[in-house]
């Protein structure tokens, strides 16, 4: 691998310039989320949100820049949001995804 390589990649923030770099302020919550990638689906827990972007736990390997689609209950009627976006972090707990707000879907 060359040194030009390593330019293509995303280069994850850590610890403090993590919380740093958000632009909205998180909100706290433990809901149930379906996560797709790929050819894969799964429900997971999301523990915390923001206008831009939501933290889910997850074992699941996946990468930086992976693109992904966050399905949410939407509050008490038998509704769904539907975003796009991407993986923006990865630690041992889970994905920090950011959600690409001009693709959101209400069903």
Known sequence: MTADD??????QPSGEDWVKK???????LRLCVTMAHG??????HARDISLGGIFVETREKLSLGQEVR?????SNQNRQIK??????RVT????GVQFDILDIDIA
């Open 6 to 11: 390593h330019q293509d990649r995303p280069v």
């Open 92 to 95: 041992e707990e889970g994905v």
């Open 83 to 88: 975003m796009n976006g991407k993986v923006v």
């Open 70 to 74: 966050i399905t949410l209950p939407f």
């Open 22 to 28: 958000r632009h909205h302020p998180r909100k706290n």
């Open 39 to 44: 050819q894969k689906t799964g429900e997971h």
